[in-house]
């Protein structure tokens, strides 16, 4: 099945193999909505990834497939730009701003995410978003409405403090597998797609989004469901 989606500020053709669409994504949809009438509330589905794995676009294309769900993302909980240039932390070490590592786990709002889940099971609420124009954060942007609520995020399943605690809001969580070879391609491409030169593309992969995919990889939960990247297409 083919879709034309907006991801991340880019116009991106989907292509999914029709029997990953058929014997995994909507017997999951039917279940998740049973869950939402059994309960009678909103339903909460984490969906984590090493960057670049396509969980943004694997979010959108399950929105684009049932009225009932919502794909909302982590990124609109990143800490404010203005706040990121003006707080270090220290790694390894060695004390670090925080924009220059910016979208690991540490420069992310936890506590103002918490208190968003808890609203998400009550009443309709409001959802910040990341502008990749600003380069910044935009609060009360998304009206959550939805009964189903897909949340995609690389550090939903860390098995770090907080994320670990915060996990257990989710009703059912997933997590999709991929090759970090297939990984750095992508992410390179992305940059360069975002006006990077070839040098400071490959630059910002060895000193952030490999830090980054290696943690995801290799200290996150088990989910509920596990997808290989490779059986999607």
């Not at 990953?20 to 969906?47: C, D, E, G, T």
């Not at 670990?164 to 059912?172: I, M, Q």
């Amino acid at each position: 099945m083919e879709k034309e989606l907006q991801v991340n500020g880019f116009k991106l053709h989907a292509v999914y193999n029709d029997e990953f669409i058929n014997q995994q994504l909507m017997p999951l949809i039917a279940s998740w909505q049973q869950q939402a009438v059994k309960k009678q509330r909103r339903i909460i589905v984490f969906l984590a990834a090493p960057p670049g794995a396509g969980k943004s676009t694997l979010a959108l294309f399950i929105q684009s497939l049932c009225d009932d769900i919502q794909a909302l993302s982590l990124d609109g909980f990143h800490y404010p730009q203005q706040y990121l240039k003006s707080h270090s932390l220290v790694l390894h070490g060695e004390e670090v701003l925080m924009s220059k590592i910016k979208g690991s786990a540490e420069t992310f709002d936890t506590h103002a995410f918490k208190k968003h889940l808890e609203q998400l099971t009550g009443d309709d609420c409001w959802w910040p978003i990341y502008d990749r124009n600003l380069h910044d954060v935009i609060d009360h942007q998304i009206h959550v409405t939805k009964p189903i609520v897909l949340i995609e995020g690389n550090w939903l399943l860390l098995n770090e403090l907080p994320w670990n605690e915060l996990v257990k809001a989710a009703d059912t969580t997933m997590f999709i597998h991929a090759e970090l070879k297939l990984l750095k391609e992508r992410l390179i491409e992305r940059k360069i797609k975002g006006g990077s030169s070839s040098e400071d593309a490959l630059l910002f992969y060895e000193t952030s989004d490999k830090l980054n995919c290696e943690r995801v990889m290799q200290h996150s939960l088990q989910a509920d469901i596990e997808i290989n990247e490779s059986m999607m297409f």
